[in-house]
């Protein structure tokens, strides 16, 4: 993480994928999880991941590596982060929420470098349903996953032990789960350098 991300591209469907070459990890959240506020604060990068997406807008995953790899030449990036669309927007019709879910479910079985997914869960509101939708469909395609509370500033510092012995349990069943909770503030800067080494050690730096 010691150097410039880039944006390299977005990916409206599976014919656009970078051909598989480094190991890559992809977040996942519900719309204002605080998913591209935190991508940002891992890289240090204010503007790479948008923040504040306009629901409806075109979904796509989108690829980040560090600056200075061209891909070609066998000049590959040491590892991707994958920025997924955001999921449950209240007035998302369905035919969209049948878009996204054959675009991720696609991504997912058939990405053999993807290696683990970090689903954002808010630290207010916890596992909602439509989070369970999503680990039932991560578990459903055997991708490892690990959950990541985000906002943890949002609420009182007592409580976040609570919380996280809270989804622990909620997900102690799940066959593809990481049982190790990570909980972070990207305004406070809390939790990154931990969410940072695990995602090293996932792609095996
Ligand atoms: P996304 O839709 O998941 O990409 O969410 P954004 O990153 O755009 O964040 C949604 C809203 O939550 C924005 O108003 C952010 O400023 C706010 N936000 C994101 N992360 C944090 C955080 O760690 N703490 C607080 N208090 N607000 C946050």
Known sequence: ???????????????????????EVAFAGRSNVGKSSLIN?????????RTSNTPGRTQELNY????????EGGDLPPMALVDMPGYGYAQA??????????LVFDYLRGRATLKRVYVLIDSRHG?????EEVLDLLDKAAVSYQIVLTKTDKIKEAGVPRLISETTEKIRKRPAAYPEI??????KGKGL????H????????
């Open 1 to 23: 993480f010691g150097r410039p991300w880039i944006f390299i591209r977005g990916v409206p469907s599976l014919k656009f994928l970078p051909p598989e070459g480094p190991l």
């Open 41 to 49: 604060a891992l890289v240090g990068h204010r503007g790479l991941a």
């Open 64 to 71: 980040f590596v560090p600056e200075g790899y061209s891909g």
């Open 93 to 102: 019709p369905k035919d969209q929420v049948d878009a996204w879910t054959k």
């Open 127 to 131: 596992i909602k349903k439509n989070d």
């Open 182 to 187: 990570i909980a972070t503030s990207s305004e």
């Open 193 to 196: 350098d931990e969410l940072r």
């Open 198 to 205: 695990t995602i090293a050690r996932t792609v095996g730096y």
